[in-house]
């Protein structure tokens, strides 16, 4: 049977990172959600946008995992709203992966402490909402160690509380805190 985000009871549902030296069964043992299948699951699901953020974006992560390339260039063309919040460095090694599909619905962001100091991260959250409806939140970067090596936890919340993280985005670029920055230009430099 087919999970669905819409729990019976919208709880908060446990996702994990399973490193291999685990076995791969711990998953269902503890009735806990793969951290990359609920990132491509709420890109697949979005009717409006999507929102990721992670401090570290492995520039393979989006070379190499085609499922989740798939999954974002798939939104693009149903014309969601994608906003990608990393560093720097994160945002260099991920911005050629999408910048031929619909470039005005693509907007990056990094934390502006990030944009006027590259050393500083500015923000170490991470999190992928989905039409302020679920929300990942968790500690797994976009990065090989973060997506299938590391012991990596989080939730998905629904609801209530997802709609209260997306608020919170939408007022950490308000008051600045979060500044987008130019794809083109990035791209260019990487």
Known sequence: ????FENKKNEPELVITIP???PPELAHKFRARITLGVIIQLIARSTEYV????PFIQKAISEDNQDFVRSLKSALRRGIHLH??????????FINSLCDENQKNIHFFQPKRNVEDTNQLGSHAKFCIADGKHVYIGSANLTDPGL???LEM????????????????????????????DHQENKNNS
């Open 84 to 93: 990608i919040i990393s560093t720097d460095v994160g945002l260099k090694g």
């Open 20 to 22: 291999s030296i685990c």
């Open 148 to 150: 299938y090596g590391n």
């Open 154 to 181: 989080g939730v998905l919340v629904h609801g209530k509380v997802a709609n209260q993280v997306s608020e919170f985005w939408n007022y950490l670029v308000d008051i600045g805190f979060f500044v987008e920055v």
């Open 51 to 54: 929102v990721i953020g992670a």
């Open 1 to 4: 049977m087919r999970k669905s």
